[in-house]
């Protein structure tokens, strides 16, 4: 299977490997086979944290417009849980959505995903398009 070397307080040793499972191996050190057990220390692995996402803004009073100044409202923008490809989506820019309303489907990790409104308000902007690669973080609709 895999050979080695390995140096022991300054001696050289020559280890093939011939069969690894689960925590058995088999093992032929200088000509000599052994069976022995593999005991492995637990890596620490991060856990899975999902990018935080900017709370809904409150609806505001309406300002006073002048003539000088006017300054369009940013919207919601709805970002991608985790990297996937867009299958279907089921609105258009200008309808209007509730919380929980289905935007689109993707596939992620093998699995179809329902991606849904997360504020209420107007589809202002849908940036992507079927069949597009998303990844994790990409700002998907802008609801407003």
């Known amino acids: 299977m895999k050979k080695f070397k390995f140096t022991v307080n300054g001696k050289e040793y020559e280890v093939e490997v011939k069969s690894y499972e689960g925590e058995n191996a088999e093992v032929v050190v200088d ?3 052994y069976n022995v057990k593999v ?4 890596e620490d692995i991060p856990a899975f ?9 409150p609806a505001a009073a309406p300002k006073q417009e002048t003539a000088q100044t006017t300054t369009p409202a940013d919207g919601y923008k709805s970002l991608a849980p985790l990297p996937g490809t867009v299958m279907q989506i089921f609105v258009n820019v200008g309808d209007v959505v509730k919380r929980g ?9 093998k699995m ?10 107007t589809i202002k902007e849908i940036k992507v398009r079927v069949g597009d690669n998303i990844l994790q973080g990409a700002v998907l609709f802008v609801i407003g």
């Open 49 to 57: 944290v999902a990018p935080k996402r900017p709370a809904a803004k």
């Open 31 to 33: 000509g000599t086979q």
């Open 112 to 121: 179809e995903n329902n991606f849904l409104a997360e504020v209420d308000g």
């Open 101 to 109: 309303d289905k935007l689109m489907m993707y596939e992620a990790m």
């Open 39 to 42: 005991q492995r220390e637990e």
